[in-house]
Each structure stands twice: as structure tokens, then as C-alpha cells.
């Protein structure tokens, strides 16, 4: 039997060995390429939403295609069937990405994409969706056209609406027909120094919208209103807690300082035209907290301070918030803020504002040393040629405080330009050294920027996010203590001509995404 097993083996052993060599023989030229019969689908499709209601499109190219075909439908499911409310033919792979216009607000679209080719089947169709944003119609509120009760608001002429509502307080104003075809219509019934959202409506649906906020009130008794040339050091230093003052438009000279000793307001009467102080330095006194908005302030025949110092240290009090908005700080010498005795403050907010030729000689842009604040909130505002050799952000270790109150530091959409820029490599942006705190960094741009981050291991950053860095390297590099390790870009955003102060960004990827101070995104 054992016999008969390894007979059989044998014979079978040499069948297949015949069988082999006779199969290769018949075997084809090695296969070097993959011959199909149709076109490649387009992969990778991004559907991008411009503007609201206008759709950037992209994907990988496809081999031997000479076109492609774009489809849109007004649905959301991926069904393709009926009429497409849209469709674009022979796009070429060099004209991505392709910007489509004319969507409808508030709707998602199907879209799908093939490949087409001359001497080959067209492609299978790759699918996608997109949802485009709130229709936008209404144009940008003019600062000439808003008054502490009324406001002029536009869009575009005759484009139906049947109401502008207006929050807070649900105002409602029925649009005319006249005012449809004028493409704008003025709103009354509002409060002064109010923040205020209109909304254009189409029965339901929502056309555009805009926010803007109302002057101060001239005619409220409450407010003090000051005439260009008045001595504010004697109606600032005389006044009682809570005072409201309206500064009309003009010059107002002061030499130099003024000791503030109860929380006041100090507001330009209106946004379009600012009153200048020159020479004015803000000295907080008794725990006072301070409101300044609407205003130019000058440095550039100061004594050479800071534009606000913490001047008195109180002992068991809190000073009040500091806020300062939709001001222009220029020409001072050591800084913007002094915190060199030993105060808490409540918060420090700079929101809106736009800073220029800030040297920081002899201080730091931001400079607290024994003083501390709970809080502080850099938003939305605009700095260029300032900080040339020193600090930025300066929170240093205030032994008084800085053990029982925690800081939270939030720096988002500013434009920085031309900042610590002159042989200043081992400077900081962020020197903080406060025993508790956290800091966020969020959706700016920096640009000729020489400085780095920091270098001190006290530094604790809870988040950088969607930063953009263009001649900025240290901010981004890590043999720094401090730098961002994060979601970043390096565009140049393309300003339109920053030498005369206009930083409007013309690099698209930065306008989408809403990076750097508002103000500058069109």
C-alpha cells in the first residue's frame, strides 16, 4: 500500500512540473499598464461656501480628461433626478478652483462631477452636497448714516423685502415700495450707544442682514456733553462716579496728566468724525475703572507715559474695568497700559481699536509688573509699527495676586503688522508669568513680526488656533519655549497698501475663514 501511495506521488509530482512549463510558455508580454475602457472618476471633491451664497469647487485631477461637467440640484438627498438648477460644461483641470454663483440662501444643493475625454467614455459621476449660508444683500452700515436714533440702512435697488427687524427691542419697519426701489430705507425708534442687528426680511425668509451701533444720545440729561477746547483735566478730575461725557468732534489739548478718581465714561459723540486729545495721560486713582470709546488719543505731546497708568496702589480693593473700543491710540512713548503698583483690576479690554507708532521706549506695549489684572480680552483691533525692541503682552509675577487670582488672556482676530521688528529676536509676544493663568490665541495675523512667543517656561497657553504667520518665523519656532505647534498658515494676506494703513486682505483662504481684525475682510 505505502508502495502504491508514493507511485502515485511521484507520477503526479511530474504532471505538474509538465503542466507548468507548458502554461508558461503560453503566458502574455508582462502587463506595464492598466488599459480601461472608461474615464476615471473625479475623487476628492470640496465644496466650499463663498460669500454665503456662492460655492467654490475642487478636486483631484483625472487622467486623459480633456473637460469636465459640473451639475447642481436644489435638494439635499444626492438625488440627481429632473432639471439641474445648474450646470457648467467643459471646465478644464487649470480652472480649479471654480467659483459658481447665483445659489439660493439657506439651501443645500446636491452636486455631483464627471470626467469627460475625447477618445475614451466619459467618467462615472462623484457626488457631494453643499449648504449655502443666510443671503446677504444689505450693504455695510455707513457711519455717516447712523445717529443715536435713527439709522439709514441699504441694499440692493429693487430687491424685493417686506419688513426690517431690528434686535434688540423687536423693532419692525414695513418696507415701502419706494423704499424697494431705492434699495434702502431709514429706521427710527432706537437708543443711543446701542448695539443693534437689522434683519431685511422677504415674508419668511431672510435677505441679509447687518450690525451696527447707534451715537450717544446728545440729548439724554445724564450726559455731559463737551465742546472742543474745554479743559478736560478740570471736568475729568471733578467729576462724580458714573459720569457720562459726549466729546464733540474737535482738538482738545491737555498737558499732560489727568487723574481720574472715580469710574467715568468718556465717549466721542459720533463714530464717523472722533475727537483728538493730544497729550493726554489717563491716571487711575481710588480704585477707578474707566470707559473711553469713539476717540483719538494722541501721545505725541505727552510727557512721555504711558496712554492709561495705574497711578495709586489700593490695598484690599479692586480696580474697575478698564475698556477701551473703536478708539486710534498713536504716537505715545512707553506703552498703551502701566501696571507698576501693586492694583488688581477687574479686566483690561481693548476691542476695535486701531494702535500705530507705539515705541515702547522705556516700557512695555502692555506692561503690568506689580499690578495684575483678573482679565484681559485683545479683540478685533489693528497694531502696526509699534513694540520695535521690547514686550508685548507684559504680565509679570505680581507676588501680591497672582497666588489667589487667575488671569485668562484672550487675544483673537487682531492684525499685527510691523511689531517687535528691529533686532529683537530674544522679545516677546507673550511675556506672562503670572502664577495662574491661561492664554488663547485665536484667528490672527501676524505679519514682519521679528519676535518669538516666549521663552519663559511660566507661560501657559491654553490654545492657539487658525493663527496666520507671514514673516513671523519665531512665532512658529520650537527651540523657543512658546511657540505655535497648532493649525497655523504662512499666506501673505495680500494687504492692500499697509505703508498708507489699508490692511484689507485680498488672500481668499484668509477672507473665508475670517482671520485677522474684521475690519480688513471684504
Known sequence: MNKLIKRFFYIASILAVTFTAGCTDDLPEEITQLQVDRLFSPTDIEAMIIERTSIRLSWKAVSKVESYIVEFFENADLNFEGQAFKTISNVTYDQLPILVTGFVGETTYSIRVKAVGEEISESKWTSTTATTGTE?????????????????????PNEVATTIVLNPGNIVHTVTAAEIAAGEATVTGLSGLTKYTATLMYGEKVRGSQSFETNIDLTDPAVTVVEPGSDLIALFEAATAGQRFALKPGAYEVAFSINITVTIDIVGAYAYDKPVINGAVLRLNAAAGLWMKNLILDGVTSDGNQTVVYNQAIADQTYGALLIEDCVIRNYTKGIV????????ESVTYRGNIIHDVICDGGDFIDFRSGMPKKVDFINNTVYNCAANRDFFRLDNATSFSADNNCVVTIENNTFYKIINTEATTRRFLYIRLANHQIYVNKNIFVDVLGNYSNQSATTVGGMSSNNYFNAPNLIDATFTVYDAGSYTTLDPGFVNPNNADFTVTSQELTIYGIGDPRWIP
Do not use: R
Open 338 to 345: 502701566y501696571g507698576s503698583n501693586a492694583v488688581l483690576v
Open 136 to 156: 446677504q444683500i444689505m450693504q455695510k452700515v455707513v457711519l455717516q448714516d447712523i445717529a443715536a436714533t435713527t439709522a439709514k440702512l441699504k441694499w440692493v
